[in-house]
């Protein structure tokens, strides 16, 4: 009997002992997961300063853009081509995917671009039109493979002399007529980057590049961090009374949109707003050819001209020595101006053009 009344004596000691400042009542017990005021105030801390972020560019510069890309794709031989820039030809599509784009004028009120791809593959390429002599010796810079429907009889024999790797879209079977956005011939043959590569390939022309790189930063700069520099917010060109181009500069973007008589350009195919890195204003004289107002520009030759980059414009010259040979563009001290990576809109303009700058050199 003792002994069970010291055995319970035990066991009530280690009852109590367990429950000492616990809560016993049957009520809901969860303690929340809230902090307490006191609690956020012991443990929170200042934000330590974030690290800039580090982009990594993966792939090289391109040698006409700047821009990085897997390295095979900067060594393929670039394409030039002739696109069709009459009112029933607009909008033009893949030109978006262009790396660097002349406008230079035609006969009548008319201008046509070259456009100069290399490492980027538009499955809608046009309208394509025909050649024109001068457009031969900005595309034998590239060494480009030169596509183009047709062309002026002197363009041709000069395709011939020269002896360029052409695609034409009077012989060749990489085109089509494409009515589906209800263009009608002359202004609605296309072809793709596709066929253009498998043209070069089954007519054994030269599937690399040999050709001279152009000169570009590492990044986007400003113009003044190098140069004696204006500031160009908007600018136009007017060719003729009829087709006029301007520029206008989104900050946000760091580049110029681009507008035809006064409509916003974008790609047909991709619907993408056409936006320019880089304008080169190169200033050339030109002549009429014959009584159908075929023109000769002279561009083997040298000038003056303007580059416009990121707001600012300073004044250059430029040079080309040969039909092959580069154009060079300087600044005022001899030196090869350093383009911005992206992509670079040549505009060719004769001594009937007219610039207007909304913040112009006095800027």
């Not at 055995?7 to 367990?18: D, G, K, N, P, Y």
């Not at 035809?260 to 200033?283: L, P, R, S």
């Not at 707001?311 to 600044?331: A, L, N, P, Q």
């Not at 505009?347 to 913040?359: A, P």
Request: charged share 20%; net charge negative.
């Amino acid at each position: 009997m003792l002994r069970r009344m010291i055995l319970a004596l035990i066991i009530v000691a280690v009852l109590s002992s367990c429950n000492n400042g616990q809560n016993t009542s049957t009520e809901d017990t969860t303690v929340s997961e809230q902090p307490t005021a006191t609690q956020i105030e012991e443990t929170t801390t200042l934000p330590t300063e974030t690290e800039p972020e580090i982009i990594v560019k993966e792939g090289v510069p391109s040698p006409i853009s700047g821009l990085y890309y897997p390295q095979e794709l900067t060594e393929l031989r670039p394409v030039a081509v002739v696109f069709d820039n009459h009112p029933s030809s607009r909008w033009q599509a893949g030109i978006s995917k262009a790396e660097i784009v002349y406008e230079c004028e035609v006969e009548g009120p008319f201008t046509r671009y070259l456009a100069v791809f290399l490492s980027e593959a538009p499955e809608h390429i046009g309208p394509v039109r025909s050649a024109r002599p001068y457009f031969l010796t900005f595309a034998l810079e590239f060494d480009a493979v030169f596509v183009h429907v047709g062309g002026s009889n002197e363009a041709l024999r000069n395709i011939r002399d020269y002896q360029m790797a052409n695609i034409s879209g009077m012989t060749s079977g990489e085109f089509w007529r494409y009515y589906k956005t209800g263009k009608e011939a002359p202004n609605n043959m296309y072809t793709a980057m596709k066929n253009i590569r498998s043209a070069q390939s089954y007519m054994n022309y030269r599937q690399a590049g040999n050709y001279e790189s152009w000169n570009f930063s590492e990044d986007q700069y400003p113009l003044s961090d190098v140069y004696d520099s204006k500031s160009v917010n908007s600018f136009s060109i007017t060719y003729n009374e009829n087709y006029n181009v301007r520029y206008d500069f989104n900050e946000d973007m760091g580049k110029y949109n681009r507008y035809v008589n006064d409509k916003q350009q974008v790609d047909e195919y991709y619907e993408d707003e056409i936006m320019a890195t880089n304008i080169i204003i190169q200033k050339l004289k030109k002549a009429v050819l014959d009584n159908e107002g075929r023109l000769a520009l002279y561009n083997i030759s040298k000038g003056e001209g303007y580059y416009i980059s990121n707001g600012e414009m300073i004044e250059i010259s430029w040079e080309k020595t040969g039909i092959r040979s580069r154009t060079v563009y300087t600044d005022k001290n001899g030196n090869e101006i350093l383009l911005n990576p992206g992509q670079t809109w040549i505009q060719v303009i004769s001594q009937n053009s007219i610039l207007g700058f909304e913040e112009s050199l006095d800027g």
